[in-house]
Structure formats: structure tokens, C-alpha cells
């Protein structure tokens, strides 16, 4: 079971950064994939969910309306288009898989709810 995530890069305040989490060894079907943040010094939080279930997505409350996740199970595939972002969105961002998880609550975006993770890939933003 892998993950392995991509597309990282430092980049100026108010740009744009599309990740992916590509997923081998298993399918993604089934299951959601979340995505973290760790900032240097910070525990990981929490930025989103997607189900590959019901189509249900979750995200902190910091990027509703910046940040969209998807999936594509078929290709084995998960992505985080992010906009407009700012200085406190730099960080090391993982993907992580969970399998029959659905995106409903909060509670989908806990550390604890996932069962596979990548290695991560750095997003530096400059202002």
C-alpha cells in the first residue's frame, strides 16, 4: 500500500498549486482521501476529505471556497486544487486514505481516522 504525493512548489501569495496523491498497491476505490497540512513546529491538521464512496467532501473552515478536492478512482488518482493562497497555508501536505470513510462531519478530517499515508510534498508560499 502506497501513496505518493506531488506537486509542491513555492510560490507567491494569491497563487495557485494543484497537488496530487497517487495511490498504487490498492485501489482508491471505497475509500476517502484526506489531506494534511504540518507546518514546522505544528502538529498536522486537517484541510479536507473526499469520499470516492458517495461523492462527499469536508474541508476546514480556513479553506471553504479556496481549496477543492477530488478523486478518480479509476486512475487511482486524488488531487487538491488550491487557490488564492496565503502565507498560512505552508507546509508539508500528505494525503491519506481511509477506507469506507465518508466525509460528513468533522471528524473527517482527525489524524486518527486514516489508515494510509504518503511521505508529503512541501508547499512554500512567499508574500
Known amino acids: 500500500v502506497q501513496l505518493v504525493e506531488s506537486g509542491g512548489e513555492s510560490v507567491q501569495a494569491g497563487g495557485s498549486l494543484r497537488l496530487s496523491c497517487a495511490a498504487s498497491?490498492?485501489?482508491?476505490?471505497?475509500?476517502?482521501v484526506g489531506w494534511f497540512r504540518q507546518a514546522p513546529g505544528k502538529e498536522r491538521e486537517g484541510v479536507s476529505c473526499i469520499s470516492s464512496t458517495d461523492g462527499s467532501t469536508y474541508y476546514a473552515d480556513r479553506v471553504k471556497g479556496r481549496f477543492t478536492a477530488s478523486i478518480d478512482p479509476g486512475e487511482n488518482m486524488a488531487y487538491l486544487q488550491m487557490n488564492n493562497l496565503n502565507t498560512e497555508d505552508a507546509g508539508v501536505y500528505y494525503c491519506?486514505?481511509?477506507?469506507?470513510?465518508?466525509?460528513?462531519?468533522?471528524?473527517?478530517?482527525?489524524?486518527?481516522?486514516?489508515?494510509?499515508w504518503g511521505q508529503g510534498t512541501e508547499v512554500t508560499v512567499s508574500s
Open positions: 498497491e490498492f485501489s482508491l476505490d471505497g475509500f476517502a
Open positions: 491519506a486514505a481511509e477506507y469506507s470513510g465518508l466525509c460528513w462531519v468533522a471528524a473527517s478530517l482527525a489524524v486518527s481516522e486514516y489508515d494510509y
